[in-house]
């Protein structure tokens, strides 16, 4: 079986396919045949040691997202058949399990049922962002009744965001680095205003920070600041009573399942990624530092 795997940290040229030790599947475990996966900013911190993985020891296998079909269930597992197609996520950084592997074990309660109908490489995009995003609107808490700011909209994370909290009803303001990023928006969903560069001072109740700046000064005082990005959280939030959240995104399952039913029902949509063959992963990750908007996708 092959992976793709790094021995020490370092740029691009750490990573490589090569032949790997098949994963043992273990109690509440399902094994999965790789389809596709994606490259998110967190394979390139923990491959150049920006993140060290706190589990496994190396050679170590990069990635967290996986769309597959299942190869083997452990004989506790009674929620998935041989030959299912299933979306997963895995906290790489917290476990040591990559994605990037033709073949994954991954806990069945990770894992849910993917939808006839939607290419494995355009649901690839969803298991980490997606995951993260529900756990970035839910950390606000009752649902906002004033606009809320998402910085860093125009990213994977920052996409979802503004969906999931479209579909709420809330009124969404987005903070973008570039105005081209502003303009690809508007295929996201609706968005009320777009700032590139600044947002205005002390204006939102709540915001959601999906690209790990400081952008405490949009806060009004006694508001809510959420931060995607560990290590981030402004140190001027908790001052004028304001909350500050970092958002730790959980393995799970359920939540997938959730996202999945806003897929269905229209309110969630994922854009056309770039595809590249697992075995090109140095041709990948040139395209993912590249990238102008569309995902990064890795395919079997
Ligand atoms: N806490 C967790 O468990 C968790 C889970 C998933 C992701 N994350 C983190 O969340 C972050 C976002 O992930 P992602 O996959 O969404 O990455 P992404 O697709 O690269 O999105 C980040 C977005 O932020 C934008 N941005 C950067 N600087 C900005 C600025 N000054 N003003 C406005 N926008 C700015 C980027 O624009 P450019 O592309 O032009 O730079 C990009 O659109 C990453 O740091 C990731 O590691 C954390």
Wanted: net charge negative; glycine share 12%; aromatic share 6%.
């Amino acid at each position: 079986m092959y992976a793709v795997q790094f021995d020490f940290p370092g740029g691009r040229e750490t990573l490589s396919y090569r032949e790997a030790i098949e994963p043992i599947l273990g109690t509440g475990e399902v094994m999965i045949g790789f389809e596709a996966s994606s490259i998110n900013p967190a394979d390139v911190k923990i491959s150049s040691g920006r993140i060290a993985p706190r589990a496994g020891t190396s050679p170590f296998t990069l990635g967290w997202d996986l769309v597959g079909i299942v190869d083997k269930v452990a004989p506790d597992v009674d929620t998935f058949r041989v030959g299912d197609r299933v979306i997963g996520m895995s906290t790489m950084a917290s476990t040591g399990r990559g994605t990037w592997s033709q073949l994954v074990a991954l806990p069945a309660t990770s894992l849910a049922l993917a939808p006839a109908g939607i290419e494995p490489t355009v649901l690839a995009q969803l298991p980490l962002a997606g995951l993260t995003a529900l756990k970035a609107v839910d950390e606000l808490g009752p649902i906002p009744d004033q606009a809320v700011l998402v910085v860093g909209a125009a990213g994977a994370v920052g996409s979802c965001v503004v969906q999931l909290l479209a579909r709420l009803g809330v009124e969404v303001h987005a903070l973008v680095r570039t105005h081209a990023q502003g303009d690809a928006l508007a295929s996201v969903g609706p968005v009320s205003a777009v700032y590139t560069g600044e947002a205005p001072a002390s204006s939102f109740g709540a915001i959601i920070d999906a690209a790990g700046i400081d952008a405490a000064y949009a806060l009004r005082p006694g508001g809510t600041y959420v931060t995607c990005v560990p290590g981030t959280l402004p140190e001027s939030v908790g001052a004028n009573g304001a909350i500050g959240v970092t958002v730790i995104v959980p393995e799970s399952g359920t939540n997938l399942a959730t996202l999945l039913g806003y897929l269905a029902d229209g309110s969630l949509n994922l854009g056309e990624p770039s595809v590249f063959r697992l075995s090109d992963i140095a041709t990948a990750l040139m395209a993912f530092e590249n990238r102008l908007g569309r995902r990064t996708v890795l395919t079997s």
